[in-house]
């Protein structure tokens, strides 16, 4: 086959076969040069960075793919390019949902944590009419009160364990009889958490309402209870606090990404 001929099936073999991954260097102004894959046809984030030296103004009107628009929006824009978050890859929402963690493919929390105990509970558990979606509603405030940071961790667990609290009363004073195993599972992921909180001053007022509230029918010494361990904020097993860091961390990036956009960073 003539040589001319080879070239043309060859070029036109490239032009139809789907591209499944490629890569661009795109200008993120200042200077700074970035890689962005083009993956299954989808654009990826930027990484790879490198300085070539100061490209100089374009007159404020430039075509830059990140932070097109003058020495103003690169510089913006570079600023945040250098300040993006840690293994912040791709675009992700703001953290909200009420089993946020569960369930991902890393395994956050550990099985006989708090969390997990009470959405399992909460999925599988609940007899009384109503009790999962409350469940869901205090699991949903606790990881915004997180994200938006409008309140403190600290007070976010409390206004979780409150509200659990009032969930285990309704629960019991439903109906306590046959129910009474529901009652045990919710107080016992209640004292859970509170351990988790590593408060001993909310551990022995918890273990004070059980006695006083429902100890005709679940003695304080059930095995199931622990009113003297509390659980260390640096425990891998305290899913309250593996909880906070991934929204903190998770919530960083989404914000970062939120950020660009507006900025004009990204088309």
């Not at 992921?189 to 551990?203: A, I, K, P």
Request: with cysteine; net charge negative; glycine share 12%.
């Amino acid at each position: 086959m003539h040589r001319y001929w080879m070239y043309v099936l060859a070029a036109g073999f490239l032009f139809f076969a789907p591209i499944k991954e490629s890569y661009a260097l795109v200008d993120a102004g200042g200077g700074w040069y970035c890689q962005r894959a083009y993956v299954d046809g989808q654009y990826q984030g930027l990484g790879n960075c490198q300085y070539f030296g100061s490209t100089g103004s374009d007159g404020g009107g430039g075509s830059y793919e990140y932070g097109g628009g003058g020495d103003g929006r690169r510089a913006t824009c570079r600023n945040l390019l250098l300040n993006k978050p840690e293994d912040c890859v791709n675009e992700i929402p703001i953290p909200s949902s009420a089993e946020y963690g569960y369930g991902t493919a890393g395994g956050e929390y550990q099985g006989g944590s708090g969390l997990p105990r009470l959405i399992a509970w909460k999925n599988n558990g609940p007899a009384v009419s109503g009790i999962s979606q409350k469940i869901t509603n205090i699991l949903q405030n606790h990881t915004q009160a997180l994200a938006t940071g409008f309140v403190s961790r600290s007070v976010a667990d409390q206004d979780l364990t409150q509200g659990l609290q009032s969930i285990c009363s309704e629960q019991a004073y439903a109906s306590p009889w046959p129910y009474i195993a529901g009652t045990e599972k919710c107080l016992t992921t209640l004292n859970r958490l509170v351990q988790e909180r590593n408060d001993s001053t909310w551990l022995s007022g918890l273990r004070d309402w059980v006695a006083t509230n429902f100890n005709a029918d679940i003695s304080v010494n059930n095995v199931g209870f622990d009113f003297n361990t509390l659980i260390s904020l640096l425990d891998p097993e305290n899913s309250l606090a593996v909880k906070a860091d991934l929204v903190k961390k998770d919530n960083e990036c989404a914000m970062w990404w939120q950020e660009a956009r507006d900025e004009g960073c990204l088309q």
